[in-house]
């Protein structure tokens, strides 16, 4: 009498993977049906410094309320901003982005239409903020 084979470990890898790529579809299916479909967008901006005002290309990617900003093309992140509001800056093709400490970074387009995309874009995450759906948003955090 032989036993049956027991699944490879890279089977049982794969078919954990598997149950745990169809629980997020279902989250995201379930999330977008809540509160719409997600706002996702991804370019490349020029981000105003602090110190001397210089300008650097980086590249922006936008998903739901997170704006992650990356100095290099590797894809990590060196900085994410919380999208709470979206304004046109004063200057031609200024995109102002206002974070949750109420912290505005300034980004600048190569276009007025890719200006024009990403204001609308950014506006659209703005209000996906979780205080504007939700009553307890202002108290969530407090001990």
Same mark, same amino acid.
């Given at each position: ?11 049982? @890898? /794969? #078919?954990?993977?598997? !149950?745990? /790529?169809?629980? $997020? ?16 967008? !991804?370019?490349?901006? +020029? ?5 001397? &005002?210089? %300008?650097? %290309?980086?590249?922006? =990617? $936008?998903?739901?309320?997170? @704006?992650?900003?990356?100095? %290099?093309?590797?894809? $990590? ?13 004063? =200057? ?8 949750? /400490?109420? +912290? ?5 387009? #190569?276009? #007025?239409?890719?200006? $024009?995309?990403?204001? *609308? *874009? @950014? ?7 979780? *205080? &504007? ?8 955090? &407090?001990?």
């Amino acid at each position: 009498m032989t036993l049956p084979k027991s699944p490879r470990p890279s089977a049982l @890898l /794969n #078919d954990e993977q598997d !149950q745990s /790529n169809a629980a $997020l579809t279902m989250f995201k299916r379930k999330a977008s049906f809540l509160h719409g479909h997600p706002v996702e967008m !991804q370019g490349y901006l +020029h981000k105003e410094g602090k110190t001397f &005002k210089m %300008k650097k %290309k980086v590249l922006c =990617r $936008l998903h739901d309320a997170a @704006l992650m900003v990356s100095q %290099k093309d590797d894809g $990590l992140p060196s900085k994410i901003i919380t999208v709470t509001k979206c304004i046109p800056g004063t =200057r031609k093709l200024e995109i102002c982005v206002m974070d949750q /400490n109420q +912290h505005t970074t300034s980004f600048f387009a #190569d276009t #007025d239409e890719e200006c $024009l995309q990403w204001q *609308a *874009a @950014l506006k659209l995450a703005a209000d996906r903020d979780i *205080a &504007k759906v939700y009553s307890f948003g202002p108290i969530l955090g &407090k001990g």
